[in-house]
């Protein structure tokens, strides 16, 4: 089976010996397993299947039953990095029950995608453009068109946001990138920065499902969030939204942002907060009585294949859970010393040992470099594990793409800071500027695995393969 690491063999030529390289070889073909196994395509196969009329979703946490003889015309819209994929195997599946639909992907993946009934429209991300904005408008004119006797297959997932965006009246695109931009950079996590995009936005924080109503919606989501909350997963665009218009307000207040974004972005949150404009729509609006929402995966999916490819390796595996999240650089340094405790002593587990985690870490943006959350992660474990054999840290973005980079992540050996100095090139410095790419490009241990058109967060890896005391 082909690799989804593209550059296997460069990585694996870093290794000073046969244990760093049964480290390596480890924690990356499990890195490449548990993405494969949460492609879209893969994932609607195995979780939508057709019995006469009856469409039956088999969610994580629930399973529905869809009669499709209640309806005259089934349509698939939908967006993020995985909807192509979804909307090809649900066209496989459902054939030509469908009526039609548009998705919005990834610029750039749209020729990977094979649909005859869906259109397929690129958008980019992770900041939006134009084409995400004319997307969205066509999905949403649409909806509107829509009756009782009309069924919509709305496939989400990680990128939606981005990907589908139309500002709400009073605000600009414009406005929207430069928000989203200054609360990446300061280190707002997903929550956060979703909070303030569905409150200038005409799509997210359930809109859409209004636009939709009164048809039935099905919304089969690709969790990209820790903690799998629906209202966040590209801003929740067919959910009730728990968060309000003062709750952005304080996101921006709390890091300090309130007097640099737009003056229309103050403008209409202050107003939103005073009542003046309508909130998106909340918990018990009867238009939801019409919506389901079912995760099809997740990231704890792809931990669960990893955790399964250490254990057909002889390896023992431990699983730490999908919830990781923090600054980059310290979750970095936590994982690479639960690496040098079981190097030497045995815990959590007797090597040889792969130690699975998952989530979403954040980058406090303060030097002029480069990189990614994978890659900042990866560059501080590797100052925490010098000299050490055997024992390897990887963290990889499952989407294939990590930060403003082409890499999707990065491993680092215990000779990986040392291999830095004598190049000249000080790993705590790089780590200082945020210039983990910078880094990696030059001393080795980038990880290519090119758009993946799915997105369940990031896959940590520490493979540990030798007793320290052996």
Known sequence: MEHLIKNLEELLRLAEGSEDREAAELALTAASEAIRDVL?????KRSISLR????????????????LSRYDRIWVFGCGKASGLMASALEDILGDRIAGGLVLVLEGTEDRIRTSLVEVMGASHPLPGDKSVRGAEAIVKQLKRLGERD???????????????????????????????????????IRELNAVRKHLSAVKGGWLARYAYPATVVSMIVSDVVGDRLDTIASGPTVPDGTTFRDALE??????????????????????????????????????????????????SALETAARVAEKRGARAVVLGS????????????????????????????PP?????????????????????????????????????????????????DG???AAGAIAYGNTAERGMLMGIDPQEALDRNDSYGF????????????????????????VVRNAFN
Not at 40 to 44: A, E, L, R, S
Not at 325 to 335: C, P, Q, S, Y
Not at 452 to 462: E, F
């Open 440 to 463: 990696f490009s030059r001393v080795g241990g980038l990880v290519f695995t090119g758009p993946t058109l799915t997105n369940v967060n990031d896959i940590m890896l520490v493979s």
């Open 40 to 44: 879209p395509d893969k994932v609607v």
């Open 323 to 350: 919830y990781i999240e923090g600054e980059a650089r310290e979750v970095g340094k936590v994982l690479a010393s639960i690496g040098r405790a079981a190097a030497h002593s045995k815990v959590p587990a007797e």
């Open 404 to 406: 403003d980079t082409d």
């Open 251 to 300: 996101v921006l207040e709390r890091y300090r942002l309130l007097n640099k974004v737009s003056s229309r972005v103050r403008r209409m949150l202050e107003a939103g907060a005073s009542g003046a404009i309508p909130e998106t729509p909340k918990p018990g609006d009867p238009l939801f009585r019409k919506v389901k929402n079912i995760i099809v995966c997740n990231n704890a």
């Open 151 to 189: 069924l919509v297959l709305f496939l989400v997932s990680g990128g939606g946001s981005a990907l589908m965006t139309l500002p709400r009246e009073g605000v600009e695109l414009e406005d929207i990138v430069e928000v989203t931009r200054q609360l990446l950079k300061a280190g707002a996590d």
């Open 353 to 401: 040992v792969l130690v699975v985690a998952g989530g979403e870490t954040t980058v406090t943006v303060k030097g002029e470099g480069r990189g990614g959350r994978n890659q900042e992660l990866t560059l501080a474990a590797s100052l925490k594990i010098k000299g050490e054999v055997g024992v390897v840290v990887c963290s990889i973005g499952t989407d294939g793409v």
């Open 52 to 67: 006469e009329d009856k469409l039956v979703v088999r969610g994580v946490y629930e399973s529905s039953e869809i009669d």
